[in-house]
């Protein structure tokens, strides 16, 4: 089946600084998400892509679709405490159920 | 609150109870899915209903029992669980099961199995 690895598992970094994470595929996807999970809560997404080649905004994140529709990537810039949380990459092709990489943990150090 | 709501928040249940987990959207949503979260582990799909119709069940073990009454509400009734049952159940819904649609998930239900 697919399968989804996600990178980096783990970051700490200072508050200011700017993040990134990246998901790649085994197979094609047609769609890549991104959703923040905050602790004791569900996944909440961020920001969909559709398009090889798509850069989106939303706020201070940006992602985009990777060109080989394999990977995707997302940046957080100027990091702040509130952004503490695991972030999840998913995505699917045809008419698949959504699949979702392991998440990357964030902790913010003020 | 996202529009999916997950009751109980938390469950506590022995291996020979049986209980069940409930969840509901009125975002006007034709599909629902159960996901099971565990630590360190990717979230793994359940089972996927689309207008009221189960069109997935990832090898689920029998011991859970999904229901979907209709396109608003969906349960996962749980008898005799193990263990390594333990985990978040997050429900989620999306307007269908196409590629181009995001899910909404709920808060989750955290489930300990003693």
């Known amino acids: 089946g697919q399968q989804l690895n996600q990178s980096p598992q783990s970051m700490f970094i200072q508050e200011g600084e700017d993040v990134s994470m990246n998901c790649t595929s085994s197979s094609i996807f047609n769609t890549w998400l991104w959703y923040k999970q905050d602790p004791g809560e569900g996944p909440v997404l961020l920001i969909a892509?559709?398009?090889?080649?798509e850069l989106t905004s939303n706020g201070r994140l940006t992602a985009q679709f990777g060109i080989t529709r394999k990977d995707s990537f997302l940046n957080i810039s100027a990091s702040i405490p509130s952004d503490v949380g695991i972030y999840f990459c998913a995505g699917n092709s045809g008419n698949t159920p959504l699949v979702f990489g392991k998440g990357t943990r964030l902790s913010v150090i003020a | 609150e996202t529009g999916v709501t997950q009751t109980p928040r938390h469950l506590v249940m022995g291996m020979t109870n049986k209980k069940s987990l409930k969840c509901e959207q009125h975002l006007g949503h034709n599909a629902m899915y159960w996901y099971k979260q565990s630590a360190k582990k990717p979230l793994e799909l359940m089972f996927v209903?689309?207008?009221?119709?189960?069109?997935e069940n990832n090898s689920v073990p029998s011991r859970f029992s999904p229901e979907c009454p209709n396109s608003s509400h969906l349960f996962l009734h749980l008898h005799t669980l193990q263990p390594e049952d333990s985990a978040l159940y997050l429900c989620?819904?999306?307007?269908?099961?196409?590629?181009?649609?995001?899910?909404?998930f709920g808060s989750g239900t955290r489930l300990t199995v003693v």
């Open positions: 989620a819904s999306s307007p269908g099961t196409g590629v181009y649609y995001g899910y909404t």
């Open positions: 892509l559709y398009k090889a080649g």
């Open positions: 209903y689309n207008f009221k119709e189960q069109t």
